[in-house]
């Protein structure tokens, strides 16, 4: 079991594991509305199978939301 924390929170999960596996062990809603950072760094959606994920790292689950004011 390796410490993995996500969104600020620590996770026990087994390790390594893929990005795309986290996203999946976590309820993630809209997996395809979502923007993923790993240790600050962005990764693309097409990384996601294959971004392998280690003990220590960080993890960070991003929706970007539209909208505007209304005048």
């Known amino acids: 079991?390796?410490?993995i924390v996500v969104n600020g929170k620590l996770q026990e999960q087994e390790t390594p594991l893929?990005?795309?596996e986290l996203i999946r062990l976590n309820n993630v809603?809209?997996?395809e509305m979502v923007s993923?950072?790993?240790n600050g760094a962005f990764v693309?959606?097409?990384a996601f199978g294959l971004?392998?994920?280690?003990e220590g790292d960080e993890v960070d689950f991003l929706y970007f939301m539209g909208g505007g004011s209304r005048c």
């Open 36 to 38: 993923v950072q790993v």
């Open 18 to 20: 893929l990005l795309s």
């Open 51 to 54: 971004t392998e994920l280690s």
């Open 44 to 46: 693309d959606r097409t």
């Open 29 to 31: 809603q809209n997996p």
């Open 1 to 3: 079991m390796g410490k």
